[in-house]
C-alpha cells in the first residue's frame, strides 16, 4: 500500500512539535496500519489495539448518551497513550512518555487529527463496484427439498423405488 506523503510529512511535523513522543500510528478502525513514526514499537500491534481500545471507549461514550467519542487517554506509570478519532473510518494513536506535558500533547495531536481529516478526505477515491448482472423477468423460484422424515411412509417408498 502506497502512503500519501503528506500523511508521513504530517507525522514527522508532529513528532518535531512534542519532543517526549515515542510513537504515531495512523491506523483503520480495523486496525490496519496506514502509516506509522514507531520507532521500537511494534506499529501493526498498537494499531489492532488502539482500534479496540477506540471501539471498546465509543460504546462507553454510547452508553452514558456524550455523543460521538473524539479521544481516550491511557495513563501508564511510564507514559500516556492517547487515541483521537481521525473522522468516520480512521484513529491516530500517539505513545508519549511520562514527563510529557499532556495539555501540549493534545493541543498539537488535534491540529494534526484536523490536517489528517483533510489529506485523508482527498485521497484517491474508492473505485465504483461494477454491476452484478441480474435475472431479468419475474424471479425463478427456489427448489423446495423436504426432509425425509416429513414425508409419509408411501411417498418414502415410492421415492425409494423411483
Known amino acids: ?19 517526549e513522543l515515542s510513537g504515531s500510528v495512523l491506523a483503520t478502525t480495523d486496525g490496519l496500519v496506514v502509516a506509522h513514526d514507531a520507532h521500537g514499537i511494534e506499529p501493526d500491534g498498537l494499531a489492532a489495539l488502539s482500534a479496540a481500545h477506540l471501539a471498546l471507549a465509543r460504546r462507553f461514550a454510547h452508553a452514558v448518551n456524550h455523543g460521538e467519542l473524539r479521544e481516550s487517554v491511557v495513563e501508564c506509570d511510564r507514559g500516556y497513550i492517547t487515541t483521537y478519532s481521525v473522522g468516520p473510518s480512521a484513529l491516530l494513536t500517539l505513545v508519549t512518555s511520562g514527563d510529557a506535558n499532556l495539555a501540549m500533547v493534545h493541543l498539537e495531536a488535534r491540529r494534526c ?40 411412509n408411501n411417498a418414502r417408498r415410492r421415492q425409494a423405488a423411483g
Open 1 to 19: 500500500m502506497t502512503v500519501d506523503p503528506a500523511v508521513l510529512q504530517e507525522l514527522d511535523r508532529l513528532r518535531g512539535r512534542v519532543p
Open 113 to 152: 487529527v484536523r490536517r489528517l481529516v483533510k489529506i485523508l478526505a482527498v485521497g484517491p477515491k474508492p473505485q465504483a463496484r461494477p454491476e452484478i448482472p441480474t435475472q431479468s423477468g419475474p424471479p425463478t423460484p427456489l427448489a423446495r427439498r423436504t426432509p425425509m422424515a416429513t414425508l409419509p
